[in-house]
């Protein structure tokens, strides 16, 4: 499903104002502030004529629906004025392999962070090589020192900002700069901070996706995602994904508009108790450190000051070196803090981790077990006496 932009860049209002208004056409909607859930394959078309020109707004199921038009409008706000049109697929993953199908062919190389989600890299080291691309991974870090890695087929480079376990913070403008003096496209993957806290598109990057699964629908109900381009990128992402065939479900594309709307008041939330739940864990006696990029003490912190507005619920932490079983007693004492994949839902979750088992480029030695925590809307407090619960039995161990 695609729309293009045909109207961008002339609204004033502010982007918090723009989640609540945009896309919205009540006129059409008998008055009703929200979009009917348009469940549909055929289209009727109103004579032969009409047939033949393939005239009429929405013309296939696949191609798009009036609940489809509302999410993609809102999402093209949200994007900002770069944005020429956003392409709605079934999950976060599926955003990034048909991104990457959509821009590559046999014989192109890709550059990749080192500290990307672990199925882009299963996707890039298996489909894609076995379609004759070549992969090569960086370290998140290296700025402006990619150029070294180019190549004269190497036709994009793929970003996490910050990586969603490691959190290590790219440069984006640098690796945007040269990426394009030497043609090729950048891709971020962009679900921690979403388009609210920080537009990639404004920044050098021509392909701007997320894991709509997470902050977005923010309710832990839904698989979506979503893939945003810039007039540059956007021919190729929206032929790729007409004939890749991928749409998103009804259901889902209604609850990723209804995630949509509140998503400036949750992400504010999960910004405020990230970050005091990081100060605060920063600060106990079991803790060797914590990724948080909002904190002065990461190594990402001035690039995140410089290119993002914000910052979500999502950091990991490193304990002190303890015995397997002694985070295993941590994580079977904690309650509120759940265990379980995704995030960016309304609750809090723990995950223990660890990069060193596929990481290529760049060493992952952290000096301690690592845990990745998403700060969910409980109360900070029940959500600190949660975890000194934790850490005690951790500590008896
Ligand atoms: C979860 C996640 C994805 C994949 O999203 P799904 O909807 O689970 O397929 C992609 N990138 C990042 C950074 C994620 O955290």
Redesign the pocket.
């Known amino acids: 499903m695609t729309a293009s932009n045909d109207n961008h860049g002339t609204t004033p209002l502010d982007i918090e104002t723009m989640l609540v208004t945009a896309g919205r056409d009540t006129e059409s909607q008998k008055g009703f502030v929200n979009p009917p859930v348009v469940r549909g394959s055929t289209v009727l078309y109103p004579s032969a004529e009409a047939l033949h020109a393939h005239r009429g707004e929405f013309q296939y199921g696949r191609h798009g629906t009036p609940t489809t038009k509302a999410l993609q409008e809102a999402l093209m706000a949200l994007e900002g004025p770069s944005c020429a049109g956003v392409g709605l697929v079934p999950?976060?993953?599926?955003?990034?392999s048909t991104a990457l199908l959509a821009v590559l062919k046999a014989g192109d190389h890709l550059l990749v962070c080192d500290n990307a989600?672990r199925?882009?890299r299963n996707f890039c080291n298996g489909l894609l090589a076995r379609y004759g691309v070549e992969t090569t991974y960086f370290d998140p870090m290296i700025g402006a020192g990619i150029e070294a890695l180019f190549k004269p087929n190497t036709r994009a480079v793929m970003v996490?900002a910050p990586g969603?376990q490691s959190f290590e913070m790219p440069d984006i403008p640098a690796i945007a700069g040269v990426a394009h003096a030497h043609g090729a496209l950048v891709i971020d993957?962009n679900?921690?901070a979403t388009p609210l806290y920080h537009r990639s598109l404004e920044q050098g990057v021509d392909i701007s996706l997320?894991?709509?699964?997470?902050y977005i629908g923010g309710h832990s109900d839904i698989?979506?995602?979503t893939i945003s381009g810039n007039a540059r990128a956007w021919p190729l992402l929206s032929e790729g994904i007409k004939l890749l065939g991928v749409c998103a479900g009804p259901d889902d594309v209604f609850l990723a508009l209804r995630g949509l709307r509140t998503l400036a008041v949750r992400l504010a939330h999960h910004q405020n108790s990230g970050l005091e739940m990081a100060r605060w864990l920063e600060a106990r006696p079991e803790v060797l450190k914590v990724l948080h990029p909002g904190l002065p003490s990461h190594p990402g912190h001035a690039i995140w000051k410089r290119d993002f507005t914000g910052a979500s619920g999502l950091f990991s932490i490193v304990l002190k070196p303890v015995s397997e079983k002694a985070v295993d007693a941590f994580l079977d004492t904690v309650k509120l803090f759940g265990m379980g994949?995704?995030?960016g839902g309304f609750e809090s979750l723990v995950i223990p981790f660890d990069c060193s088992t596929y990481r290529s480029a760049t060493p992952w030695t952290p000096g301690g077990p690592a845990l990745r925590l998403h700060i969910g809307l409980e109360s900070v407090e029940d959500l600190q006496a949660d975890l000194a619960r934790g850490f005690a039995a951790l500590s008896a161990a």
Not at 210 to 214: G, L, V
């Open positions: 999950s976060g993953l599926s955003a990034i989600y199925p882009t996490e969603s993957d679900t921690w997320q894991a709509a699964t997470k698989m979506f995602g994949y995704s995030w």
